[in-house]
């Protein structure tokens, strides 16, 4: 079975400093990650996808997040928190098409 | 411009009034799915569509009904809403295969009172 844990509900930064959201995972397989971004009354928007190239993957805005199948582990990062960064946050891993399972979710503060 | 198109964006109801919340997409995806976005509890299936005529249950069905008479169109219908069902609800589509990321409608805030 599946689960995303996302480890923290809440993070708050200074703008210009970086930005760390955690995300742990299991999964049976290989899984597909994914980071998705939610601004308020917002639908969501994908900020980057993991399916098994590489292990680091870009995605827009700046954000980063790095695949550790040993930790079981996709975290997102950013070196430098902008004021429009501040949204919330998904973590999301899919083993097949039909289905993606959902973590519940990080807000990011930018002070 | 590739888009998933909820309908309508705010409802406010009674409960027991039937009600249809409209979504269509445009990608010609195989793939479509509701969702249930609730604080904490980030966003929980309610059912999905691998093509047309095919839908089953995902994780919350309860209280739900859908339908796929064609590819582009998959509305969610709460024949008897309750107040529990009040939630915000987002569609998303996506093509049918491993590794391809869903796109999400803008999303309908529903209050059932």
């Known amino acids: 079975a599946q689960s995303v844990t996302q480890l923290d509900s809440h993070v708050s930064v200074s703008e210009g400093t970086p930005v760390l959201l955690r995300c742990n995972y299991s999964?049976?397989?290989?899984?597909?990650l994914f980071w998705y971004v939610q601004h308020p009354n917002k639908g969501l928007q994908l900020l980057l996808k993991y399916t098994s190239a590489a292990t680091l993957v870009k995605g827009i805005n700046g954000f980063e997040a790095e695949f550790k199948k040993s930790e079981t582990s996709f975290h997102l990062t950013k070196p430098s928190a902008h004021m429009s960064d501040a949204a919330e946050y998904f973590c999301v891993v899919s083993e097949n098409f039909n289905k993606f399972y959902f973590g519940s979710g990080t807000k990011l503060n930018v002070k | 411009e590739a888009q998933v198109t909820q309908n309508p964006r705010y409802l406010i109801t009674v409960t027991g009034k039937k009600l249809t919340v409209t979504c269509s997409q445009n990608?010609?995806?195989?793939?479509m799915s509701w969702y249930r976005q609730d604080p904490g509890l980030g966003l929980r299936q309610i059912y999905y569509?691998?093509?047309?005529?095919?839908?089953d249950k995902g994780d919350v069905p309860e209280g739900y009904k859908v339908s796929r008479k064609e590819k582009r169109n998959f509305p969610l219908i709460l024949e008897s809403p309750s107040p529990n069902q009040t939630s915000l609800y987002f569609c998303a589509s996506s093509f049918g295969r491993a590794g391809a990321e869903a796109f999400f409608g803008q999303g309908t805030r529903l209050t059932v009172v």
């Open positions: 999964s049976s397989y290989s899984p597909s």
């Open positions: 569509s691998m093509n047309v005529e095919v839908t």
């Open positions: 990608m010609n995806h195989e793939y």
